[in-house]
């Protein structure tokens, strides 16, 4: 059977009483915390078992991180092993960019896939960040993705001119 | 003894051993404040630049936070140490419901009112029940269900929106010895419930902020067989900062203060830096046995005593004499000083502007002994920042010429 590391959690009498907005961020960031730590991947059928939230919520939670591409999925048969994505190969190669109240967060990484540019948003109020979106290109495909970038961009310059 | 800085993860900074000042009310803000920016710093004095922080109970925050600008004064130029270069931090004082005077468990009550609006009654009905026995078994048996992971986020949301540099876990009291072990068990959860939170929803704030996890003990409580458990309980949730809140201290019972002592060299052991809260002049005895910081109400005694016969106390406050290292009512001081024309002990600021108790008016006597308190409080701590010998050596020096020499003895354990 194999074993996976976990954070420490609270009691699930204690994790139910925070309220609702707080709890989905809890349940969240404790997945995250978990995944990180487990790099040779999770199941739900694990983290349902260590953890003390239905497997239901462990589901909704992991898509939502897939959908950010904070973690990745991967499919071994009948399995689904969750890993995580956020390990940047060098720490030099992470740049930000802010506006007034995002942050875009460009990372190069690699999983068991290959290796990526991960761009991930942030969002910022006075206090609080919290992750948007995510989105990953091949690093090979890197180039080609900014030379689209730049095409669109002159075609939104085109469009303010005559429009 | 050279000062060893020590950084947060605010950014804000402090040189150890460090004395950090209580403001418990809008005069007490309003003078620090006035204090700092009255005496900059200039060859022959040092104003207020070696009071590196400000401790305010979350009880108190709404009267104080008005004297706590978050904006930098342009007015007294780049160099100046203004209030808000100083570590800020809000203690939730969780301890409240469970011993304090009646006043301050109301003022808490109105601070949790909409995280817990059935305290206030819980309280009053408990506050009428004779048996001393039966009062703490209430108190825990009612209270420390209420005091759960919401309220912990509760106290750690208002510390982080109020700008606090280190954030202060609110747990429970340490003051019974016949309910120590519950106690124990509940400071336990409730540091282990605050990391937590930290780790995973606090992860959305942008600033990082150091956790202290607080224990408020009455040294009458502690035990050798005791000290692991305490120990692990304050640890739990991986503070940065540990914290003890003295109660009650009775510094003529030998025994227990040596106890005490003991307990805070133990924790020395957990390689986390230790704030000593609640203190007068014993605090520096505590930085002799492993405290970084102290922190001191503005010329009061930091514990509550009952004054018998219902007697109102004098309207002219305490008049701490820097030699003496002992506070001085006016008639004493009056008295005390009569043979030397009047003129102050003290080589402080403010003492030397008026150079005669005769030419204060007793309207400004609260305000003037104070700003003199501060202003000592500050040359006290730059004697032992700068002291070439070993503190311990200087601090048996200085007791010994004052009248606090019991202390010498706390200075070693053996």
């Given amino acids: 059977m194999l074993e996976i590391q976990v954070p420490e959690v609270l009691q699930k009498s204690e994790y139910l009483k925070l309220p609702p907005s707080e709890r989905e961020l809890y349940v969240r960031e404790i997945l995250r915390q978990t995944v990180r730590k487990n790099e040779h991947g999770v199941t739900i059928g694990l983290l349902a078992k260590r953890l003390p939230f239905d497997s239901r919520t462990i589901e909704k939670h992991l898509s939502i991180l897939t959908f950010t591409n904070e973690i990745y999925a991967v499919k071994i048969g009948n399995t689904q092993l969750f890993l995580p994505n956020s390990i940047p190969l060098h720490p030099a190669k992470k740049q930000s960019f802010e506006t007034e109240n995002r942050e875009y967060i460009a990372y190069v990484l690699q999983n068991r896939l290959g290796e990526f540019v991960f761009i991930q948003e942030k969002k910022k109020t006075e206090f609080t960040e919290e992750v948007g979106g995510g989105i990953l290109i091949p690093l090979a495909d890197f180039k080609g993705f900014v030379k689209f970038l730049d095409s669109f961009k002159k075609d939104i310059n085109k469009f303010k001119i005559s429009g | ?302 514990y509550t005593t009952r004054i018998k016969g219902g007697e109102k106390p004098p309207r002219e406050g305490n008049y701490y004499h820097p030699i003496g290292m002992i506070d001085y009512s006016y008639q004493k001081l009056y008295g005390k000083i009569r043979a030397n024309n009047y003129r102050f002990p003290c080589h402080c600021e403010i003492c030397d502007a008026f150079d005669s108790l005769l030419k204060v008016d007793k309207s400004y006597w609260n305000d003037f002994r104070k700003i003199h308190f501060l202003l000592v409080k500050n040359v006290e701590t730059k004697e032992f920042r700068k002291t070439k010998v070993p503190l311990k050596v200087a601090l048996k020096d200085k007791f010994g010429r004052s009248e606090k020499t019991g202390y010498v003895t706390f200075l070693d354990l053996n």
């Fill in chain 2, 1 to 302: 003894m050279s000062a060893k800085k020590v950084t947060l993860k605010s950014g804000k900074s402090f040189d150890s051993p460090a004395l950090f000042v209580n403001a418990r009310t809008k005069k007490e803000a309003h003078l620090l404040k006035e204090t700092i920016n009255r005496y900059p710093i200039n060859k022959d004095h040092d104003g207020l630049n070696q009071i590196d922080g400000i401790v305010v109970s979350a009880k108190d925050y709404h009267k104080v936070s008005p004297f706590l600008a978050k904006k930098k004064l342009k007015d007294f130029g780049e160099g100046h140490y203004s209030i808000d270069d100083r570590i800020l931090i809000i203690d939730p004082s969780s301890y409240l419901p469970f011993m304090g005077t009646r006043q301050d468990k109301e003022a808490f009550c109105n601070t949790v009112a909409e995280w817990i609006p059935e305290l206030q009654n819980i309280i009053n009905q408990i506050t009428v029940i004779e048996s001393q026995k039966t009062k703490i078994e209430k108190y825990m048996s009612e209270i420390y269900p209420l005091l759960d992971v919401r309220v912990i986020q509760h106290f750690l949301e208002f510390q982080i929106e109020n700008h606090a540099d280190i954030l202060i876990c609110p747990s429970v009291p340490l003051s019974s010895l016949r309910m120590i072990k519950e106690q124990i068990q509940k400071m336990g959860e409730m540091n282990k419930q605050g990391g937590i939170l930290l780790k995973t929803i606090f992860q959305k704030y942008k600033e990082p902020r150091d956790l202290m996890n607080l224990v408020a003990l009455s040294p009458s409580v502690l035990r050798p067989e005791y000290f692991e458990d305490i120990k692990d309980a304050l640890v739990q949730g991986k503070p940065d900062i540990l914290g003890i809140r003295l109660m009650n201290l009775n510094e003529k019972n030998v025994a227990e203060t040596k106890e005490f002592l003991r307990f805070l060299k133990s924790l020395v052991g957990t390689k986390i830096p230790i704030f000593v809260f609640n203190v007068r002049e014993f605090g520096y005895v505590t930085f002799c046995h492993g405290s970084s910081v102290i922190s001191m109400p503005i010329a009061r005694s930091p």
